[in-house]
């Protein structure tokens, strides 16, 4: 399931052309190719085939056919070479772990109709890989959702504005709000849907993570306070029903 090849200085656009047939499929929508550390039978469920079959019905029907690329490393180009690249072109595909700063975790890129999702797997916790994997999934979903999501959760993040409701679900979300807070003209306008898309994403992302997999939730002063982030949840749980066996709350896996 691994490939043992040159991998240097390859860009992703050019390493994803070049394995896009060796593809192996995972479902209707998915489909992955491993160039790592070879995959066992529990790798395989771990990485991907777990973390797809948590996905609700509904999310996994409206999303494009996606590709994943699981490499050893990731490595952003300098900044004279990125200029003339164009974005996501600037990540390579490397086996020797990039120098400091140049060290990149996961992309994203077109190909064609697909969407191509590539991970680095080589220092990485299983969890943070999921969180990532989730995280591109959402924001794919952010910015095609639809006018009933759209709607629903803009209105509840408009009444948590109301109340005053400090904090958020992730660190992107939390920034765009505190710009909104020391600017209150800009709630009606293209800032505050560029607010609510982001926090749609990082909640998803909470919300897919949590469905796969036995996560716990930071507390502080940036995180959003639980009884408003459970509503949150709720919504999502109505809008994207889990799939059958998976429970957004502890008590319904007890029940």
């Given at each position: 399931?691994?490939?043992?090849?040159?991998?240097?200085?390859?860009?992703?656009?050019?390493?994803?052309?070049?394995?896009?047939?060796?593809?192996?499929?995972?479902?209707?929508?998915?489909?992955?190719?491993?160039?790592?550390?070879?995959?066992?039978?529990?790798?395989?469920?771990?990485?991907?085939?777990?973390?797809?079959?948590?996905?609700?019905?509904?999310?996994?029907?409206?999303?494009?056919?996606?590709?994943?690329?699981?490499?050893?490393?990731?490595?952003?180009?300098?900044?004279?070479?990125?200029?003339?690249?164009?974005?996501?072109?600037?990540?390579?595909?490397?086996?020797?772990?990039?120098?400091?700063?140049?060290?990149?975790?996961?992309?994203?890129?077109?190909?064609?109709?697909?969407?191509?999702?590539?991970?680095?797997?080589?220092?990485?916790?299983?969890?943070?890989?999921?969180?990532?994997?989730?995280h591109l999934l959402a924001t794919l979903l952010a910015d095609q959702w639809?006018?009933?999501?759209?709607t629903r959760f803009s209105r509840l993040l408009r009444e948590e504005t109301?109340?005053?409701?400090?904090?958020?679900?992730?660190?992107?979300?939390?920034?765009?709000?505190?710009?909104?807070?020391?600017?209150?003209?800009?709630?009606?306008?293209?800032?505050?849907?560029?607010?609510?898309?982001?926090?749609?994403?990082?909640?998803?992302?909470?919300?897919?993570?949590?469905?796969?997999?036995?996560?716990?939730?930071?507390?502080?002063?940036?995180?959003?306070?639980?009884?408003?982030?459970?509503?949150?949840?709720?919504?999502?749980?109505?809008?994207?029903?889990?799939?059958?066996?998976?429970?957004?709350?502890?008590?319904?896996?007890?029940?």
């Open positions: 399931m691994s490939a043992q090849l040159d991998l240097s200085k390859l860009s992703v656009t050019q390493f994803a052309e070049q394995f896009r047939g060796e593809m192996i499929p995972l479902s209707n929508t998915f489909s992955y190719f491993c160039a790592s550390v070879p995959l066992s039978e529990e790798d395989l469920k771990e990485y991907l085939e777990e973390p797809v079959a948590a996905l609700p019905p509904s999310i996994a029907a409206a999303l494009p056919k996606i590709s994943i690329l699981l490499v050893p490393y990731l490595e952003k180009q300098s900044a004279e070479k990125k200029k003339a690249a164009q974005p996501p072109a600037a990540d390579l595909v490397s086996i020797e772990r990039p120098p400091e700063g140049r060290l990149s975790t996961s992309t994203q890129l077109k190909l064609g109709e697909e969407t191509v999702l590539a991970f680095a797997l080589k220092d990485q916790e299983v969890a943070e890989y999921h969180y990532r994997f989730y639809n006018e009933i999501v759209e109301a109340a005053d409701v400090h904090g958020e679900v992730d660190e992107a979300s939390w920034r765009l709000k505190q710009s909104l807070r020391r600017s209150p003209k800009a709630r009606d306008s293209k800032s505050f849907r560029e607010y609510a898309r982001q926090s749609f994403a990082d909640t998803l992302t909470l919300y897919l993570h949590g469905l796969c997999c036995d996560i716990d939730v930071d507390t502080g002063p940036r995180q959003l306070p639980s009884r408003y982030l459970r509503k949150r949840l709720q919504l999502l749980e109505e809008l994207f029903p889990p799939p059958k066996g998976y429970a957004v709350f502890p008590e319904q896996l007890e029940g």
